[in-house]
């Protein structure tokens, strides 16, 4: 992980992802929804929905949201969404995980391929990359709102169990076994920090550069990915500019 920075990627898509935030809540309903009907409506009881309402309360979705999909869960509604994962290269051979959660299998897997093949990508089959990712718990200090120093954000990260830490400028970013993610969240909270992102998510194991003549392809099939309704999240081995 070392030089990977997850938080330079996440701050370089918000403002697109600002544009489109509509749809991102029809998503975090959808996750929300399966969450709750699979292990209750109570978050402090059902750690897979505190994770997703932490995820949209980032986002900024209304309480009124957040709430509708949970009584709907409650309610009994019979809708069910298949969690689903597709693998693939994009442009200039970067590894790329689609997660997505769908009522139609054979919809989205259709709309995945052709934003591949489309846009200079190759879908693979299941396993061709997944191996090349981990999965992470992963967690943000906004430097200007913890005023802790590195050496007492380390000291406590380890002492809750967390694997690496990742000091820039502007924040601080705890990796963790997913396992232990909770557990150093929780912990972190209840040391007084304020946590600016908290989730588990997938880290590529290395990374690529994407070659110049392939970034606009690559750019626009991701952004094509992140715009079908059934895909909640996409993850690239792509190299940002801090690993270059």
Do not use: C
Not at 2 to 8: L, R
Not at 33 to 54: E, H, Q, T, Y
Not at 83 to 95: F, I, Q, R, S, W
């Amino acid at each position: 992980m070392s030089g990977h920075s997850k938080w330079h990627n996440i701050q370089g898509r918000k403002n697109a992802q600002d544009s489109k935030r509509g749809k991102i809540f029809q998503k975090l309903s959808r996750e929300l929804f399966m969450a709750a009907k699979a292990g209750g409506a109570d978050p402090d009881s059902n750690a897979a929905l505190r994770l997703i309402v932490d995820k949209a309360r980032a986002a900024n979705m209304p309480k009124d949201n957040i709430k509708r999909a949970l009584d709907k869960a409650e309610g009994g509604s019979e809708e069910h969404y298949d969690e689903v994962v597709y693998e693939g290269y994009a442009p200039g051979g970067v590894a790329v995980l689609v997660e997505a959660l769908t009522d139609n299998k054979n919809r989205t897997a259709s709309s995945v391929r052709v934003a591949f093949t489309r846009n200079g990508g190759s879908m693979g089959s299941s396993g061709s990359v997944a191996y090349m990712f981990d999965r992470k718990g992963y967690i943000v200090l906004d430097r200007e709102k913890n005023t802790q120093d590195e050496d007492q954000v380390l000291l406590d990260i380890m002492d809750l169990g967390a694997d690496d830490l990742q000091t820039s400028d502007d924040v601080y970013e705890i990796y963790t076994d997913a396992k232990d993610f909770a557990a150093v969240r929780d912990g972190l909270i209840e040391k007084g920090y304020e946590l600016a992102n908290s989730e588990l998510t997938m880290i590529p194991q290395n990374t690529m550069a994407v070659p110049e003549d392939k970034q606009e392809q690559f750019e626009h099939m991701i952004d094509q990915l992140e715009d079908d309704d059934d895909v909640s999240e996409v993850y690239t081995a792509a190299a940002d500019d801090d690993d270059e």
